[in-house]
């Protein structure tokens, strides 16, 4: 589109050219106008001139009429000495027989006497007509006007033909003169095309100055530089056309940052958009793809454009491109995988022109795999707050209806029962208790009293009440040790006491139900940069790899008739887990099935001075 125009090309170059030759023509058709009438005008004036007067021609036919021949000659000779020869004309007298009877050539008078040897001349005797002729001599390149006058004598009501007058003479001076009047003409026509080509390129230029002006400034606008301005030379249509050039430049630099502007907004929000947007054309090849959506569907963006967008969503075998077109509806798409679960809703829509051609599709993805979640386990944990409570319900009420029935009044069966009765009223209650913990949990409204702990401390002192628990009891149904593996650095971290007892006693409590009769709990404390890691390991059956995901979520065991009958509500690690996230730490588990669980916990911990402890306390 930039590419230099050659001179011959452009048009500063055409303008001149066709001035130039506009010129030319009509100097050419003047010229050749011109000349012709001054050949014309020339050579009648020539032609007129080239006559004899009448009452020489009279005197010519009388001598020529006379017997006496020698007298008669010399009287020709003489008479034609009288005749006024501007054209230097070669003039010969023959007589009816064809004899030359005088001439005026003084170098060829030898020719008197002797017969003619010119046919027009014959002809012009014997056919009784006059001859007038141009004839052209190429031996020396010369042309002649010939006339060949008939000498008719009249007596009475007779007329004979007594002879000829012969004249010839040389057409070149005429010729000179016009060629000599032609080559001024050309002369000055050559100096007339110079200068009507100069002033035509200097038009021209003033003429096609703005035209490249404006040219230069189109391409700029095209190349997106609108910082060019077109100079207005006049108010004339060019002055015009320029003015409406500088005014289409910034018209569409406004509109350019205009539409930029929308590109970018729009970029932007399709790049930071949690939602996944496809386009697609009219024949469903995609178009547009957003990040989001490439992250979704695995696929590099433009690798995804071109394709089909029932190929990119899986669809091909249950809808049709027509089908989207014709009836577009919300779609479930399933795309989880052993490592990770994925769950997207599609929503279509048309884009559609004013006309109502469908020009493409649009489809926006959005990931609801929480929600799913979130609804499966709403209703599993409806399920199971309905099957855990049921279950001691229908214990008590086997129980109280057995009392009822008379067994009350039986001394060792009624205690046992009411103590049945008492357990299981206790477990529903911890459950209720447990429920609403997480409850206020999960909508914000439980609060935490942080203080600064010495979680050295803290540990050792939950440790010590579940080994005074067993030193308590004296028929104890299991036995175990506790072995501690702690730093000798106190660690002071920002906790509420309570809840994280709550989460200690939880983790005991599970290693000791799962771990063997005379098992070793192993509890570790240590430092990293900056976190505190808190573990307790049993050496119980383990967790299996499949169940290890979901052994914080609720309600959920790994061994479900045994945690039921150890009196376990399914909540204590799903409570662990709130508490411990609230406090800005996280919490998992490391098991293999057959070698016991290790739970670990880790908080955040920046490095304090007991000194600097006691002055933000105090």
Sequence with gaps: MNSKIKFFQSIHFKIALVFALLLLLTLEIVGAVFVRQLERQNLN????????????????????????????????????SEINNTNNAQIRIIDNKGTIRGTNEADNQGIVGQKTTDNNIKNAIYNNRDVVRTTYNSQNNSRYYTTITRLIRTQGNNSELVGVIYMRSSLDSVYQNINQITLIYVSATLVAIILGLVMAIIISRAITRPIDEMK???????????????????????????????????????????????????????????????????????????????????????????????????????????????????????????EHDLILQAYFSLIQRESGFISGLVCVLHDVTEQQKIDQDRRQFVSNVSHELRTPLTSVRAYIESLSEGAWKDPEVAPRFLKVTQEETDRMIRMINDLLTLSRMDSGTQKLELEMVNLNELFNYVLDRFDMMLKQDDRPEKTYTIKRDFTKRDLWVEIDTDRFTQVLDNLMNNAIKYSPDGGVVTCRLLETHNNVILSVSDQGLGIPRADIPRIFDRFYRVDKARSRAQGGTGLGLAISREVVQMLGGRIWVDSREGRGSTFYIALPYKPYDEEDIWDENN
Aim: proline share 1%; net charge negative; charged share 30%.
């Design 45 to 80: 004036t020539f032609k007129a001139q080239q006559t004899v007067q009448t009452y020489i021609v009279n005197r010519f036919s009388t001598e020529l009429s006379s017997t006496k021949t020698t007298t008669a000659d010399k009287q020709i000779k003489s008479t034609l």
């Design 216 to 338: 230069k400034q189109t391409l700029r606008i095209a190349r997106g530089d609108y910082s060019g301005h077109v100079h207005v030379y006049g108010n004339d249509e060019l002055g015009q056309l320029a003015s409406a050039v500088n005014n289409l430049s910034v018209r569409v630099e406004e509109a350019q940052e205009s539409t930029e502007s929308e590109r970018r907004r729009l970029d932007s929000v399709m790049a930071h958009m949690t939602d996944g947007v496809l386009a697609t054309d009219r024949r469903g090849n995609l178009t547009i793809i957003n990040e989001t959506a490439s992250s979704f569907l695995d696929t590099d963006q433009d690798e995804a454009v071109g394709k089909s967008i029932l190929d990119l969503l899986e669809i091909r075998d249950d809808y049709t491109l027509r089908e989207l077109l014709e009836a577009p509806d919300n779609l479930v798409l399933d795309f989880s995988t052993k």
